[in-house]
């Protein structure tokens, strides 16, 4: 992805819009300069570096989306970015044995089940290799075995496998526990990030009834005499300000994880974040 700004529209000309989608911006600079010199060789590296790429691909599409009003569709992708740094996170401080190595194993499994529902559509199996499956299945069987090794070879436990029993709440609790005590920024607790945002959004994601309610939208008179519809303004500065913040959280994360130090760098802009945030929370109040 490229740091350079793209066609953002009119939202930048909000102050605090325009500031909280710079840190991020400025984050993902930092990132890539950061992981240019970066040993790929070192399987870290080449790990964590793909979880790179997707946050700074999302993060970028929702600065997008938001600066030309869309909001809704950025707060269902808001969504999907805070669930990235939620397993990541979890994922780089939970013991290896019990989170990451099952996720990696779980890749073949995936495949596996994925290709063994599509191989009994008639329309779909008829693309599909009854040889490729069998291979798919034995790479699956293997890869269970690895992390379990009580698997009796069992299609019925294969479909049910997951390489974690836990849910992203519970996972974002485990992951604040293992951080509370940080003297960085991992010590910021994404469980509020879950309980503030990712329910909410949900609605939206899953077409619920909150997200035709005023929750998301308003009805307003135009100029014209015409009623139109348009998104609740305060998402998209809200939406914007946490973006910035799961940014800094998830790049000071992931290069630490690839043993490369960014710090400094990143606490001054938590703490430009930190700074932006309470004036819009006073604004916010005295406005309300």
Known sequence: MSDATPNYGPRLSDPYFRSFADISIETFGLYKAAVSTADFNDPLVFFYSRFGYIAESTSWSLRLLMSWETTLPAIALGRVRLEQVIVTSYLIHEDTKVALTPYLAHFPIEVYKNNKEAIKNPLLGRHLSAKEHTSAMKAASDAKLRVDPSF?????????????????LSMAKRRDLFTKNAKNISRHPLELSYLSFYRDSSSVVHSGSMSVSPEFM????????????????IWSRYLMMMLSTWDIVHVFELLSAMQIDRETELKALHLRWSLRRDQFFEEKSKAD
């Open 152 to 168: 009796d070879g069992s299609d019925a436990v294969l479909n049910k496998s997951k390489w974690t029993s836990l849910d992203l």
């Open 218 to 233: 308003a009805m307003i008179k135009a100029k014209d005499g015409n009623v139109r519809i348009i998104p609740n303004r």
